[in-house]
């Protein structure tokens, strides 16, 4: 099973530019000058060159890696959820493709933009909403994130949503986002407590979600692959809120927000005596360890993105959802 990625650690010389900055903060204090500290201050997560440059070393490193099929080519644009979903599907395809990808087909965006919030702290973070070569005519949603000044920018969460269910977004007078506290009350579910209210719904249902595929749809899908002549299937849903998987929400125009946020799950498909679990394709064969007697069970991560509205006025919709098999065990 995969882990959670939990902070980074400061390098030796990371701790001496630090100590540094103190210093020279120190100065420029007793000097009078006015120090602004971005963990303090209400500040831009980037600037708008700064995120459509980001936008553009991820899809170069993306492209590479997934013409290579080798997920160290794009390591350091990658974190999260989505990490964990591209170094798994890389993985796979260099197992079953060792020269690379011969069906390797550019991943190209236009018509980026940008929603940047204004943030104390880190991790800083922004939307880029863009337009891509595939998907028909879904907007792909891009969260990029980063833990320090000096680190480079990783896109966390990847979803693709119809145009016309994108959220207008609140923005100041300089057109700068706001960042949702993740624990607030203000909306219908915090976005805190999104990743395990949805894995719960998965499993008992309720009304705190909103119909839709994703929603109805997946549980009734889950239903009537439960149960198969010589097949059981059964699902367990965990919710993934730390470190890189924490969710991250924009207040949109209406007062509620838009929230992105992870889930992992697993589907365990046993068979009866005497008869052999279906054979599994070859992305699968590559992940899985141990040897498929009666059961296989596949573990999947899951980047989900919903708009959450403001707390009595409607329930959570979940707009879209990527998920990836990130590992499996057969027994």
């Not at 459509?52 to 993306?62: I, P, S």
């Not at 367990?236 to 809120?241: A, G, N, Q, V």
Request: with cysteine; proline share 6%.
């Amino acid at each position: 099973m995969s882990t959670d990625r939990g902070p980074r650690r400061l390098s030796s010389l990371d701790r001496r530019m630090l100590v540094a900055a103190s210093v020279t903060a120190l100065s420029l204090t007793a000097s009078g000058c006015v120090v602004v500290h971005g963990e303090n201050e209400m500040i831009p997560a980037a600037t708008r060159a700064e995120a459509a440059e980001a936008l553009k070393e991820f899809t170069t490193a993306y492209n590479a890696a997934d013409k290579a099929y080798d997920s160290s080519l794009d390591a350091d644009h990658v974190t999260g959820a989505l990490g964990d979903i591209d170094e798994a599907r890389l993985k796979a395809g260099r197992a079953n493709n060792p020269n690379g990808n011969s069906a390797h087909s550019p991943l190209e965006f236009t018509d980026a933009e940008f929603t940047i919030p204004k943030k104390p702290g880190w991790p800083r973070w922004f939307l880029a909403n863009a337009k891509g070569n595939r998907g028909g005519d879904s907007r792909w949603l891009l969260v990029f994130t980063r833990d320090a000044l000096d680190a480079p920018w990783e896109v966390a969460y990847l979803t693709l949503v119809a145009p016309d269910d994108l959220p207008e977004f609140k923005k100041d007078t300089d057109g700068w986002a706001e960042a949702v506290d993740p624990n607030t009350a203000e909306l219908a579910i915090p976005p805190q407590d999104l990743s395990k209210r949805y894995t719960d719904y998965l499993k008992d249902g309720g009304r705190s979600f909103a119909d839709g595929s994703h929603t109805t749809g997946w549980r009734e899908k889950r239903e009537q692959s439960a149960e198969r002549p010589g097949l059981v299937t059964q699902y367990i849903d965990e919710p993934l809120t730390a470190g890189d998987y924490q969710p991250l929400a924009l207040r949109t125009a209406d007062g509620g927000a838009l929230v992105f946020f992870t889930t992992r799950h697993f589907q365990k498909q046993t068979a009866a005596p005497g008869t052999s679990v279906p054979a599994p394709n070859k992305n699968v064969r590559a992940l899985t360890k141990g040897e498929i007697k009666q059961s296989l069970t596949m573990e999947f991560v899951s980047n989900e993105v919903a708009l959450d509205p403001m707390r009595g006025t409607d329930t959570v919709s979940v707009l879209g959802r990527i998920e990836g098999l990130t590992g499996a065990k057969g027994e």
